[in-house]
């Protein structure tokens, strides 16, 4: 199915757009220009265009004007969503320190809120802690520091610190010619690697843009969803050589639970754990001589996967996308395992994942010498070894991906939290764009369906999903054209509940309501033969009272 | 298993096979998918029609040996072969004369069984239209990335096939579910085979993207059943999925083999009809489909090459002493069913009772008639 694209004119903006019956009467107004059925479109500079069929409006409203009873009024203009260019806004304050840009350039700035703040600050990342409490730290708002060039506080080559906390630090450019546009190119460009770039965005509405021009990492992260199930799983093929023990559960509680609970306003999350024993990988390893130690080349990586997730046995519990993370401790007579990428080097981490699914990580463990050795050998896992590989993981499942920087950008690590909150800004975002565009496509192919099949019923509940979809959505544009990516993110989120529940209403299946060619089809061999003695006769009465009529006149 | 891990180690040392590797890797992102789906459909009912169950339980079995798990695979048969009580060899669906091939295994999972398997079910699946009380095996959970393979079988007609003997599903109304799903994205790529008389007319009316379609006859064409048993007294296997099985069998999870050549699959030498495909809706070339990307599970890997930085002094991690566990005596089941006792236990004696009830009466009846006939001063002449 195509999509054309049709913008709108700069005047339908005059009245206020939260205002719902305002967008009613756009609609009517422009289906009184002619407007064809328009379709949706990724648009360029991360806008995106979204319009439905505006059709069905005109043919739901009567003669007198009343609308099509059983139906619900207004509920098809409702349906037919109005979108206009997607408008992103990020709010950033950029704090120049003392000294920092000459006098001349400060008199140009064009406003300003001179405040007297003393702080000492000596290394960088008590920097960021200190100035913390300064900033007002609501999601998608950034503040950017500007600090003179010979500053002691960043070291030496580095040009930018980006902090954990959505703020950043940037020495002031010197030079001849304009300061401040130097100034405004170095914040976009900090801003930018932030928040969202046109790419993230454009990779956001991936359902809607041709497959050639995306990359690998569209195709890895999961999409956005309400909750994903986590599972940890300890496969132990050799428990005879290896009494492996995990402490899991303080893993988790103290590595994962963090993180998760960042990310706890993107989605539900349940996390479980399982030991497998006797669960073998798919592929034999290879011995190489070289080295003493067996290879998992990169080519058989692929085949590993297949026949254990048979036994994880984790996709029978919910309806939420799972995420299986696999801790493999080979066998006594397979020891040490090593995984080669293409090239043929080793592995750093010893762990692959697979894009939409997981990771697994290889886990070897020291055998002493073989007349000493007392099996079943007993192994303590390092738990915080694994966990790095494992939340490695989960970001890039995630789509938390490492940004292309230039050179003099130095970001702060994010420690046990594992996400920095302008990545979690930076998920967010996305997320949003890419909720607002399914609702949209949602609720524009209900349209079509309701358009199709004239005779479908629709129920109150679904009625009022809709309702309640379109008002999200609306709610969600608004907020993100004025900067508050929190409120947004929440209402697409809702936006999207209520839109999956109205399309996936078991009602709402074709095949239960007949189009009328059918009814045709199926009665008129029934009843055709039947109606012609009955008409016949009809006509035979007709004849002999219209004879009778005659009669009297005749016998006179 | 084996046989693919030989065929790695066999061409790990040539030179040429590191060059073919890089093409292989650049191929594995080609296709787009991430996940593999199938949802296999037998839709005809009654003991005459083990071929169709036969068909959908071998596609069943290539599709799980080359990776689909349980979990991404929907099994709908219309009735019970393995278990019919006409059935000679019970727990067994063979697929080959003389009982070669077994197709029902041991571990088939059917999602929709008998009287399940209904037209409206069948579209629910696809659209996802369920009522939420629908366990998580018998729905469709696909998203944007998943190519499915869609294998259908049983008596059909031009432009409909035939559920159960009482209903039937039109093409119309096969393309509008299909384009319900491309409407939500519920597939990135989607096979159809379906394998009924005139079987063509099915796919004439698909107009979503990204559909390449297969029949085992053209409109005005029988498909016609490949082998009967003597044995077992049904034609087994029809003739097109008969020939597909068998190309199938060659394939294994690593191999190269594309679309093209399952177009070759059953020429009409072997199958007296002409096998017709659809390929206008499909994005890729055929050539450069591979036959795992839809029926096996070939999933896509990358290696990890960044870790997170933890420092395991911030978190309070009270180090558990691990326990010297008390050596405790190995568990045991209880003998909960004295299986023993039941085999070999004796027939009972069981104590003698008088007739009683319906005998007596019956016997009373008798003597009565008797006298009556003969009367009573007769009897000494008797005893």
Redesign the interface.
């Known amino acids: 199915m195509s999509y054309i694209c049709r913008r709108f004119s700069a005047q339908t903006f005059d009245a206020d757009p939260g205002d719902s019956g305002w967008w009613q009467q756009q609609f009517i107004g422009l289906l009184s220009q002619g407007s064809e059925t328009i379709e949706v479109l990724g648009g360029p500079q991360g806008s995106g265009w979204f319009w439905g069929s505006p059709k069905c409006c005109a043919e739901v409203r009567g003669a007198d004007g009343s609308w099509d009873g059983g139906r619900g009024p207004g509920l098809r203009c409702q349906v037919t969503l109005l979108f206009a260019q997607f408008q992103l806004t990020v709010p950033v304050s950029v704090v120049f320190a003392k000294g920092a840009l000459p006098g001349a350039q400060q008199r140009r700035l064009p406003f300003a809120d001179t405040q007297e703040e003393e702080s000492l600050l000596n290394r960088k990342n008590q920097a960021d802690a200190a100035l913390l409490p300064l900033q007002e730290d609501s999601l998608g708002a950034l503040t950017v520091y500007v600090i003179p060039e010979t500053s002691p506080l960043l070291p030496q080559g580095v040009g930018v610190y980006v902090g954990k906390h959505r703020s950043a630090v940037m020495r002031c450019p010197q030079g001849p010619g304009d300061v401040l546009a130097a100034v405004s190119a170095r914040v976009q460009q900090i801003v930018q690697a932030m928040s969202f770039t046109t790419d993230s965005i454009t990779a956001a509405l991936s359902d809607r843009v041709p497959m050639d021009q995306l990359g690998t990492d569209t195709r890895r992260p999961f999409k956005s969803s309400l909750g994903y199930e986590i599972t940890f799983s300890l496969l132990n093929p050799d428990p005879k050589s290896h009494d492996v023990h995990w402490d899991i559960e303080a893993a988790v509680s103290g590595y994962v639970q963090p993180f998760l609970d960042k990310l706890g306003s993107v989605a539900n999350f349940s996390v479980d754990s399982q030991i497998l024993y006797y669960a073998v990988l798919g592929v034999s390893p290879r011995f190489d001589k070289a080295s003493s130690s067996f290879i998992l080349s990169a080519l058989s990586l692929p085949h590993v996967i297949n026949p254990v997730e048979a036994r994880l046995g984790s996709s029978a519990t919910s309806l939420y996308p799972v995420l299986n993370f696999l801790l493999y401790v080979p066998e006594r007579i397979h020891s040490p395992l090593y995984i080669q990428d293409k090239d043929g080097a080793a592995v750093g981490t010893n762990a692959f994942h697979s894009p939409r699914w997981g990771g697994i990580m290889v886990y070897n463990v020291d055998h002493p010498a073989p007349d000493k050795a007392l099996l079943p050998l007993r192994v303590d896992v390092d738990m915080v070894r694994v966990m790095e590989v494992f939340l490695a993981q989960l970001r890039l499942l995630f789509g938390i991906s490492q940004v292309p920087l230039p050179e003099e950008f130095l970001l702060e690590s994010p420690g046990n939290k594992g996400l920095t909150d302008w990545e979690l800004d930076r998920l967010l975002w996305t997320r949003t764009v890419e909720n607002i565009a399914t609702v949209s496509t949602t609720l524009t192919s209900l349209a079509q369906l309701l358009d199709k099949i004239g005779n479908i019923v629709i129920k109150d509940d679904v009625a009022s999903e809709v309702y309640h979809a379109v008002a999200s959505a609306q709610t969600a544009m608004l907020e993100l054209a004025s900067g508050h990516l929190g409120s947004a993110f929440q209402a697409s989120k809702e936006a999207v509940i209520s839109s999956e529940r109205a399309f996936f209403d078991p009602s709402l299946l074709h095949l239960l309501y007949f189009p009328d060619d059918q009814k045709f089809a199926i009665y008129i061999p029934l009843f055709l033969p039947m109606a012609v003695p009955i008409l016949l006769s009809l006509v035979k009465i007709l004849r002999e009272a219209k004879q009778s009529k005659k009669e009297p006149t005749k016998t006179d | 298993?084996l046989f693919?891990?030989l065929v790695?180690?066999k061409g790990?040392g040539t030179v040429e096979r590191k060059n073919l590797?890089?093409d292989?890797?650049e191929q594995?992102?080609r296709s787009?998918h991430?996940?593999n789906w199938a949802v296999l459909v037998c839709t005809s009912r009654f003991w005459f029609n083990y071929r169709h169950v036969a068909n959908t339980l071998s596609v069943y079995r290539s599709v799980k040996r080359l990776?689909?798990?349980?979990?991404h695979i929907v099994l709908m048969l219309a009735d019970d072969m393995a278990c019919n009580p006409r059935n000679p060899k019970p727990a067994t669906v063979f697929s080959h004369k003389n009982m070669e091939l077994n197709v029902y295994g041991d571990d088939v999972e059917v999602d929709y069984r008998s009287y399940e398997v209904t037209?409206?079910n069948f579209?629910?699946v696809l659209?996802?239209?369920?009522?939420p009380s629908t366990p998580?095996?018998k729905?469709l959970?696909s998203?944007?990335?998943s190519n499915i393979l869609i294998y259908m079988t049983g008596h059909g007609g031009n432009g409909f096939l035939k559920f159960q003997d009482s209903e039937e599903i039109t093409n119309v109304?096969l393309a509008?579910?299909f384009?319900?799903m491309?409407?939500?994205?519920r597939y990135n790529e989607l096979l159809f085979i379906i394998d009924t008389c005139q079987g063509a007319s099915m796919y004439e009316r698909f107009y979503?993207?990204n559909i390449m379609a297969l029949a085992s006859s053209q409109v005005g064409e029988d498909s016609l059943s490949h082998q009967p048993d003597l044995g077992i007294g049904v034609h087994l296997m029809d003739r097109y999925t008969f020939y597909v099985l068998e190309f199938l069998e060659e394939i294994h999870?690593?191999s190269q083999t594309n679309m093209n050549d399952l177009f070759q699959v059953c020429p009409r030498s072997l199958c007296v009809s002409t096998p017709g495909h659809r390929t206008d809706l499909f994005?890729r070339d055929p050539q450069n489909v591979l036959i795992t990307d839809f029926f096996g599970?070939?999933?896509?890997?990358?290696?990890?090459?960044?870790?997170?930085?933890?420092?395991?002094n911030?978190?309070?991690?009270?180090t558990?002493v691990?326990n010297d566990e008390m050596a405790t005596e190995p568990l045991k089941y209880a003998e909960q069913l004295p299986v023993a006792q039941i085999i070999h236990q004796k027939p009972k004696q069981k104590d003698w009772h008088p007739p009683g009830g319906f005998i007596l009466g019956l016997w009373a009846l008798i003597i009565m008639v008797f006298f009556k006939t003969y009367g009573i001063k007769h009897m000494k002449y008797i005893f």
């Open positions: 298993l693919s891990c790695f180690l790990v590797s890089e292989q890797a594995f992102f787009g991430t996940n990776g689909i798990p349980d979990s037209v409206e579209l629910r659209t996802g239209r369920i009522p998580r095996s729905r959970l998203d944007d990335r109304e509008d579910a384009e319900q491309w409407q939500k994205r979503s993207p999870p690593a994005q599970s070939v999933r896509k890997v990358e290696i990890t090459t960044e870790t997170v930085a933890l420092d395991p911030l978190v309070g991690l009270e558990r691990p």
